[in-house]
Every structure is written in structure tokens, then in C-alpha cells.
């Protein structure tokens, strides 16, 4: 029962700022059994918003269906605190369920210390951490019971149990608790649920807010891993693979689809590890999918397994004709060695070939990870992964971006449990030094600031690489046009080019004004040459800078003072014959060095090479 109570009425209680800060108020005025939240402090200035956090919402959806009542909500610690305290003083939960991973385990102690200490209501913990959690979590937060694994089935008992005193936590199956006497029990494991359709769908009902935003759905369509990769928390406790039928699948995203603006971009993320592990079963999703959008416009991304995608190439195919928009792919490292420490089932070739086949079927955008600091790493494993990271990169012509992670030893995983045997000293067992910024791990060679200096260089080298093809016309221009929209970006250039498309901005100004159709290339010109309105696309005092005679630098070319005073003229103002009686005025003389002096049409031209110059569209 609740301790400290405060009678309300009816009226919504704010217990945060107004404006565009969260209030309380938001939430919605009723009763519940229970509410899950899935909280993390906003470190960086970031929170992630990405995946749905299903878990929640799904615990919600079954206890609704089941006979009692509870929503979820994700955010920061912050709108957690303010939710609990708005629901314990207007006895609007009986309950509190926390969601727990690596990132948040001290957030939910204390988040558990505070409600219990003020309003004494049951808190209940599960999550994927949770499995590495027991005693001291236990002692340290005043938790009534940690749930390991799936958590549908387990979280019915609990709610038998404190709000009808039904059964005994003891007899509960897949926890681990206190007793009266302080004496720390750890229940055997449940099995898992073999049958996910019975699982109800997510809905409304669902959200201790409203949802305001339904342009972005996830979905998971199985459960569970058939690997068994060193470094993740799946490949760690390994389930059974199961799936949800196709049919349920497609009906959830119908149901969804219909609720999501048409006016907006809709996307859905499938979330599964294992998405693409049963070819059979993906091509009947994409057959659906397909049928989808025919009435309904989407974007839609999903995760996939370079080996399956390797074996099974035509799924590849598949998916880029139901119009897969993205597809998050595990790449971690790249040579062989040590790809196989980590278990991965996969080669460096296996990638490439992957990164190639995804590239010709057109699919618009592949993601991967590399790991830095992980199993066997060394400058020379590094100097490896550069090499690795550019020539995919180069191979992906645009589709492929690279992330750069340090390496998260996660609890229970088989590197962390023998991390002396893959060459790793686990420099903070406790996790106190990360927010996602820092890394974890150092070895022989590295200390955690030898691995964070090879994070910064992998991820300065990939965006030099990536801006390097852009400059010299390395993406295909169909890829430009998908990318540059006379508006802006579309949709389909994703962030890390976004990025390398800014510290290009002569690239991006190019594509973007002849998408504005504000000018034309040498090639398109109906007119003489000498008629032409050359124009530069970026602005001097930006980008240009003079060093002394024959030496004006412009984004990292060096211009001769001919070059220099071409580019000046090109305004648009003047035609290229014009321009070229001006340049030849100033610059009389060959200066006899020998070399041979380009005409001003050919500066022209390889200003236009250069991205600086287009022509104007009259
Ligand atoms: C989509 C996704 C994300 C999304 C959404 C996160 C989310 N929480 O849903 C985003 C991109 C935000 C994300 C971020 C991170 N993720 Co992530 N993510 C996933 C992924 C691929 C799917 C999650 C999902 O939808 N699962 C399906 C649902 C049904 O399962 P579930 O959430 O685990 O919930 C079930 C049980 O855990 C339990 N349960 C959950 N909460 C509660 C609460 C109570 C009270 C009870 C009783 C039970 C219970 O019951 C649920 C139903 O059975 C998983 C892999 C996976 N297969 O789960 C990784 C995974 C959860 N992520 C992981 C990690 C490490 C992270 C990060 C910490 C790492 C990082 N540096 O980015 C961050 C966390 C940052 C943050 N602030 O949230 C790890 C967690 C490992 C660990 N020990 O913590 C996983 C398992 C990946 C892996 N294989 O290693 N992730
Ligand atoms: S990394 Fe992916 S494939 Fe490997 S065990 Fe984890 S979920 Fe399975």
C-alpha cells in the first residue's frame, strides 16, 4: 500500500514546468495495476529513441489482456521520477516495473530507493540486465523481485501476488527476491513462450501518454538466437528461436499502418536479431510487405546476418523489391581472426560480397558497427580495420556507413567471462565511466585512452574516406539525385553522410542547385561554350583562402592566381568568353616556366571538376 498519499480529485496533477517541458500532466487520469518504465538519465544531450522499447509495451498489452491493467513509458529519469511521483500521490498505480539494461542499472537503483522510501509500493525489475543482477541489486535498491528473461508470464504471478496475495514468491518461477527475514532467494528459470502469437498486439491503451507521434512503429517478429556470438548478451543466454506467424506479423502492421498519418513518413523498424535467419518466412513478410504498399506508402529497415545474407543471397533480393530502405547489418570487425573469436560465423569476404550483392540490388542503405578494443585487439588489428572500413566503404559506392564503437563488455557474455583469453583487461567492472562516450576495455598495447584515440582516428579516417568519394565522384549520380532533393536531404542519405556531405558543402551546393534546377553541367549546355554563365556555387569568403602568390586555397585545393581570379568571375554575371577576355587582359604573359598554361575554358572545366563551378540555366 501506498505511504504517503495526497487526495487530488480529478484534476491533473503538473507536477513538472509548463511549456515544452514535461509535465506530469500528460499522464493519463485513471487507475492501473501496474506501469513499466524504461528510463535512462539523458547523458550527452541525447536519448534514443530509435526500437520502440517493445519490451514494456508488450509486458503492458499482455497484462491488459489478462485481467489487469498497465502501461509503459520510456524517457529520461527525470520524466520517470515526475511520472512516479504523479501516480503515487494520486494512487493511480499499485504497482511500478522497471526495464533494465547495461546503460541504466544505477538510474533504476535509485529510482527504486526513492519510490519504495516515499510511497512503498511494490517496485519489480526485469529487462535484459536483469539476468546478471541478484543480491546486492537486491540490498542496494530495496527491490521487491528481479524477473529473468521473457517477462510475461512471470509478471502475471507477481501481480497474483502483491495485488490479490495470491501464491507465494517463492513458488514464482524465474525470480529472485528477499524474503521477510532478508534472506536471498534465486527461484529456478521458467521456460520461455513458444507460442508469440498469443502474444496481443501493442495498442493505444498501452501509453501511460498518449502517443503523440505514430509515423514510426517497431516490430518483432521472433524471439530468441540460434548463434552464438562472444560479445552479445543474446549469444550469452541463448534461446530457443521462435516466431510470431506471418500473418499475425502483417496483421499488427496493417492495424499500425492505418493509424499512421498519411501526411507523414511512415517507417517501421523490425527489430529481431534474427530477422532474416528463415529465407522461406522472410520472402513471404516481403510478399506482404509488398502488398502493403500498394496501398500504403512506407519506409521500412530491418537487422540481418551477413552470413544468412551470404548463404541466401535471393533474400537479399527480396527485400529490396518489398523496398527494405535500410538494413542494420553485423559487421564488428574486419579480418578473419578476429571475426572468428567473436564467433561470428562469418569472413571478411562474406561481407564484402554481402555489402556488394545488398549495393546491385539496391538496396539505399546498409549500417555496420566496427569494434574497437575488443577480442584480440592491436594496433595491427587496427591498422587492418582501417583498411578494411575504407575498402568497403569505397565498395558500397554511397549505400554503406560505418559506425565506430569502443567494445561494451556486457555482462555473462563469453568475453567478458574469459576476457584474459581474448587479450582484454576489463578496465571498469563497474561501468561508471561510460555514458556511451568512453571506453571500457584496455590491453597489452592500449590503455582506455590509447583505445578512445583509435576511436576518434577510425571514425576521422571513414569520414575522410567518405568525403574523399564524394569528391571525386565516387557515389553514383542516381545516388546523388535519391540523396539531394531540391528541399534538402531526402530521407534516404543516412546520418554518417549526411555528415560527410557538409564537410563537402561545394558537393552537396552542386547537386543541390542543379536539383533546384538553378543550373546545369558543361555537358548539358545547348549553347557555345563561350556563351555560358559560369557560376560558383560556394562563397569565397567562406571557403577561400589566399597564401601568397599562385597559393589560394579553396576546401583544400590549391588554385594558381589565374585559377584564383577565374573563380572570382564566375558569378553568372558575366558568359565564359567574357570571363576569359578579362583572365587573358590580366595575365598577358605566359610566364615561360615551361609548363604548358591551360586556356580559361580549361580552368573553367576543372573548377567544374572540382565541384566549385556549375553553369547558370538561363
Ligand atoms: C531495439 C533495441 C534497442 C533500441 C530500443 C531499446 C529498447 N529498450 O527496446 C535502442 C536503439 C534504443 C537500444 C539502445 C541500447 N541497447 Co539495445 N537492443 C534492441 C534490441 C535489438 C531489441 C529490443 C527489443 O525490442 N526486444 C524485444 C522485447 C520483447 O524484449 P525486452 O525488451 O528484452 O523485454 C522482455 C524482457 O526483457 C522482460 N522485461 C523487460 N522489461 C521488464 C520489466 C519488468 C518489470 C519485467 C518483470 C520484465 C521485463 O520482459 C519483456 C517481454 O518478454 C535488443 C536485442 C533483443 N533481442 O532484445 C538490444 C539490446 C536490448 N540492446 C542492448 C544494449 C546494450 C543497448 C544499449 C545499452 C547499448 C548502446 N550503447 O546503444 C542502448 C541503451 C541505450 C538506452 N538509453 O536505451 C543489449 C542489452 C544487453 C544488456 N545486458 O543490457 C541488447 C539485448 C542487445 C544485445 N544482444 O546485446 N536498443
Ligand atoms: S550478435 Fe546477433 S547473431 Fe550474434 S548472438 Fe547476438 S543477436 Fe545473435
Known sequence: MQKETADFGNDPV???DSGNRFSGAMVRDMMRDIVFLNVHRKYLDYIPSYGGFLGIYILSAWVNANGYTGQGFAGTLHQGRIIADNLCLRKQVEILGLYC????????IWLTRYVKERYGIPVILGGPQATSLGEDFLRQSGCDAIAFYEGELTVMELLNYFLDGAGSLADIRGIAYLDEHGVFHKNPLRGVIHNLDAIPFIDEDCYLIPRQDWSEISIITGRGC??????????????AVRYRSVDNVLQEIELCLKKMPPEQKRRILFTDDTFTLKPDRVKEICAGLKELRKTYSFFWFCEAHAGMLRRCPEMIRDLAEAGCSRIQLGIEAGTADVLKAYRKNITPDDIREVVARCRDAGIPQLFGNIIVGGALF?????EEDLKFGEEILILGQGVLELGVVSYWPLPETELTRNAASYGIRIADPDFITTVDDFPQTENAEFDVWGINACVQRMRRKFNE??????RNRMIPEERMWQWIDSCGFTDLVSGYWQEALKAAPEVYAWYHLRADNEVITSDELSEPFESSRPIRVIGLNSYAEYQGPDRTMVLGHELTDRERDTLVLCTGRITAGEIAAEVNRRYPEDPGDGKPRPSVREIILKLEKLFLVAFARE
Do not use: I, Q, W
Not at 539494461?101 to 533504476?108: F, I, K, L, S, W
Not at 540460434?226 to 534461446?239: I, L, T
Open 101 to 108: 539494461d547495461y546503460a541504466n542499472v544505477t538510474e533504476n
Open 226 to 239: 540460434p548463434f552464438r556470438c562472444a560479445f552479445c548478451h543474446e549469444g550469452a543466454g541463448a534461446k
Open 14 to 16: 503538473c507536477l513538472g
Open 465 to 470: 574516406v567518405m568525403v574523399n568519394m564524394l
Open 378 to 382: 592491436s594496433g595491427e588489428v587496427f
